[in-house]
């Protein structure tokens, strides 16, 4: 394992123990560290395991519910979306990832919990009012992302200018391509 690559799943796992932490609903470093590992892991299995491993076992500690698939579904889009930013990760495209993130895992989760849980009528007003009373939710999980984007992306960049070990990618030299160049 590279150092960049300890350091990495290191820094993913340290915020995903914050989920075990008290917080507002859904303000949570999760859908963060899953933009981040999108768009920082070189191997796209270790950028869905790494999160998902420590979702899954903060999930274990906290209790398992139904309505996980929905949930995990929406973590996936947001590291899909990190695929996208590996090339160009400007401030812009990232604030745009973390949005388009919150608003996947919103719709998902929010249909999952009219899906399988049993609180709402299976019906389109019933799926409404899943996603009404998902608002206040979204509003905190888009808070934490922010949040928690800047922290990951924004550290991370720092780390990357002050330690040049962290620049150099697996299979790469010191002095070859620096990560973000082209």
Do not use: C
Not at 7 to 32: D, E, G, Q
């Amino acid at each position: 394992m590279t150092p960049r690559l300890l350091t990495l799943s290191l820094l993913i796992f340290a915020v995903a123990a914050l989920r075990l932490l008290p917080h507002w609903p859904n303000f949570t470093p999760v859908a963060a560290l899953a933009l981040f590992a999108g768009a920082h892991l070189d191997d796209r299995r270790l950028a869905f395991l790494v999160p998902f491993a420590a979702l899954l076992i903060s999930d274990w500690v906290i209790g398992f519910y139904s309505g996980m698939a929905f949930v995990y579904a929406g973590f996936a889009v947001s590291v899909l979306i990190g695929f996208a930013l590996r090339r160009r990760r400007t401030v812009s495209r990232v604030a745009a990832g973390t949005l388009a993130g919150a608003l996947a895992f919103f719709l998902l989760s929010n249909f999952g919990s009219w899906w399988v849980m049993g609180l709402y009528p299976k019906t389109g007003e019933g799926l409404m009012a899943a996603y009404v009373a998902g608002i206040p939710f979204l509003r905190n999980a888009m808070a934490g992302d922010a949040l928690y984007v800047v922290l990951l992306f924004g550290g991370f960049w720092l780390a990357e200018r002050r330690f040049v070990w962290l620049r150099v990618k697996a299979g790469e030299g010191a002095g070859t391509r620096v990560l973000g160049q082209s």
